[in-house]
């Protein structure tokens, strides 16, 4: 507990990644008292031709 999924666009340096799991198990320590160590953080890298927003693909 807790398990975050993070779908984004493919891209992200694992610099990047590592910031953002930082920033996020902070948060979630502060804000659920849990521990840091039950923090699951789960990265899917989405190709732009496989997303779209009102109809549109962001591909295009």
Do not use: Y
């Not at 930082?22 to 732009?48: P, R």
């Amino acid at each position: 507990m807790p398990t975050i999924h993070v779908e984004m666009f493919e891209g992200r340096t694992t610099e990047q990644k590592r910031d953002f799991v930082k920033a996020v198990t902070e948060a979630a320590v502060a804000t659920l008292g849990c521990k840091a160590e039950s923090v699951d953080i789960i990265f899917q890298d989405v190709k732009k031709e496989n997303w779209a927003t009102g109809g549109k693909l962001w591909s295009d």
